[in-house]
């Protein structure tokens, strides 16, 4: 059983309840997200994506957590992997991450601009709004004064203008797994074939930087890691500093 963090006070659990089954438990609306991002993926890319078997969300959060029941995938973290793995084998994962990212970022919203889930329901991410739901907005525009907003409360709010005028609005919006790190990515060690991409309630369309920052998000800065996102996709870290440090308020 590994616990995780939750944005309504309560626990997500994932529980191996098999050798071919898995278990994840949480606050519905993340569940529900989530399924309807590994359902989006699965028919417009070729990611490999645990297959859901049942589900069971309550009608109300008082009712209790809900839970998806997946197939279990196989392979290891590619954390735990990734350092023992030939230069060939590496080689091979990076290729196939490279292009599963690419995959994603041909996906775009279908109106002239949308950020939030793509049901087009609300944004939802760790890093954002005290890890509850906020938005959807209309604009990369909108999202970046959300992003600053809690500038204004700082005993500085003069800063508020120097931290929106480092973020640009034309930027474009693609699809984003919003929370990739090395952890919920599945490697098979020998051959260096990703098995699987994991934990998508984050994913929805963002402004394009989004993906290279959440990948650096937390403690994830480690130079090696730092090295396959530079080979897997488009970096921008001027974008991800400005968030680094807006963070902080």
């Given amino acids: 059983m590994i616990p995780k963090a939750?944005?309504?006070?309560?626990?997500?659990?994932?529980?191996?309840?098999?050798?071919?089954?898995?278990?994840?438990?949480?606050?519905?609306?993340?569940?529900?997200?989530?399924?309807?991002?590994?359902?989006?993926?699965?028919?417009?890319?070729?990611?490999?994506?645990?297959?859901?078997?049942?589900?069971?969300?309550?009608?109300?959060?008082?009712?209790?957590?809900?839970?998806?029941?997946?197939?279990?995938?196989?392979?290891?973290?590619?954390?735990?992997?990734?350092?023992?793995?030939?230069?060939?084998?590496?080689?091979?994962?990076?290729?196939q991450l490279k292009s599963y990212f690419d995959q994603l970022r041909r996906l775009r919203p279908s109106g002239p601009g949308w950020i939030g889930s793509c049901s087009k329901g609300p944004a939802y991410d760790h890093r954002l709004?005290?890890?509850?739901?906020?938005?959807?907005f209309a604009s990369v525009s909108a999202f970046n004064d959300f992003l600053v907003a809690p500038v204004k409360n700082c005993p500085r709010p003069e800063w508020v203008a120097k931290y929106r005028s480092r973020l640009r609005d034309d930027h474009g919006i693609t699809f984003a797994h919003a929370d990739?790190?090395?952890?919920?990515?599945?490697?098979?060690?020998?051959?260096?074939?990703?098995?699987?991409?994991l934990d998508w309630e984050m994913a929805g369309y963002w402004p394009e930087w989004w993906e290279y920052r959440k990948a650096l998000f937390g403690s994830r800065s480690q130079s090696w890691w730092r090295d396959i996102l530079k080979e897997v996709m488009q970096e921008y870290p001027e974008e991800t500093e400005t968030d680094m440090e807006l963070e902080m308020f």
Wanted: glycine share 8%; hydrophobic share 35%; net charge neutral.
């Fill in 129 to 136: 709004n005290n890890m509850s739901i906020c938005g959807p």
């Fill in 180 to 197: 990739i790190s090395w952890e919920n990515i599945l490697v098979d060690p020998p051959t260096g074939n990703i098995t699987g991409i």
């Fill in 6 to 95: 939750s944005s309504s006070g309560q626990t997500s659990r994932v529980v191996y309840e098999s050798t071919d089954t898995v278990r994840k438990w949480g606050a519905v609306f993340r569940l529900r997200r989530e399924t309807e991002a590994m359902a989006f993926v699965q028919k417009h890319t070729s990611i490999p994506i645990p297959a859901v078997i049942d589900v069971q969300f309550p009608t109300h959060e008082a009712d209790g957590p809900g839970w998806i029941l997946m197939k279990r995938l196989p392979g290891s973290q590619v954390g735990d992997s990734w350092h023992t793995m030939s230069k060939h084998a590496q080689a091979q994962a990076l290729r």
